[in-house]
């Protein structure tokens, strides 16, 4: 079985390309993507690109070209659901297109030609995930990290959205969680990329799971809290999530 780790972000995933052996890099599609073997799996890296297209160009080229199997993806993320700060951790259950809209011909956030709003994560590979993550919070608790303001990390699992915008407005990100709650479904996180990478994964019959850490409330600091972020906690979140889900798989 070969896997593939899809990150949003290249800072994610240096740690882990320097730990591969039979190292190979390839390019197709427009991509880089690095092949190899990690604690005893078959392993292709990957950088999704940023938004829904890059995202399921990747995602395809992973499968066509490199015959995975099983899909992990990690990023950052929004926080936009009650209770969802920054720091924490969000384990994607499903996902849906925040700016997918077809009505009156379907229902709001409906893909057409699909029978529901949302595409549904691998629960298995999921639990391991969020296994995982609870692991790198308790970790997480004892950096002493500025960034993470003296609390300690929170792991949530639910509803994460996908769509071709970066999320700055208070008032956006309000009023989009309160679109979701009007319609009993209950977001955690804003981002750019899951959704279209669930829906390839669906389309193919691909086992796919996603953790998204929090980088900012999806607010007007969003764009000033992001950057710091990503190098602080982002990148050593990614590391330590992934290393004890590849842990898992061998037990």
Known sequence: MTLAILSALP?????????????????????HFVKGRLQGLDVVLALSGIGKVAAATTTTTLIEHFGVETLVFTGVAGGIGTGVQV??????????????????????WQVPGYPHPTFHCHPTLTERLNQAALDCTRT?????????????PVVHAGLIA????????????????GDFQAAGLHALAVEMEGAAIAQVCADYGIAFAAVRTI?????????????????????????????????????
Do not use: K
């Not at 994610?12 to 427009?30: D, K, N, P």
């Not at 720091?87 to 379907?106: E, K, N, S, T």
């Open 11 to 31: 800072e994610e995933q240096h740690g882990l390309a320097h730990a591969l052996t039979h190292r190979q890099e390839v390019r197709r599609a427009g991509r």
């Open 87 to 108: 720091g924490d951790v969000v384990v994607a259950q499903h996902f849906v297109q925040h700016d997918m809209d077809v009505r009156p011909l379907f229902p709001r």
């Open 215 to 251: 980088s900012d409330r999806a607010d007007d600091a969003a764009h000033v809290d992001f950057p710091a972020f990503v190098s602080a906690v982002a990148s050593r979140y990614a590391l330590h999530i992934v290393a004890q889900f590849l842990s898992s798989e061998r037990v």
């Open 162 to 177: 996908s769509g071709d915008q970066f999320i700055v407005s208070a008032s956006l990100s309000q009023a989009m969680h």
């Open 140 to 152: 997480a608790a004892q950096w002493n990290e500025p960034l993470l303001q003296g609390r300690s």
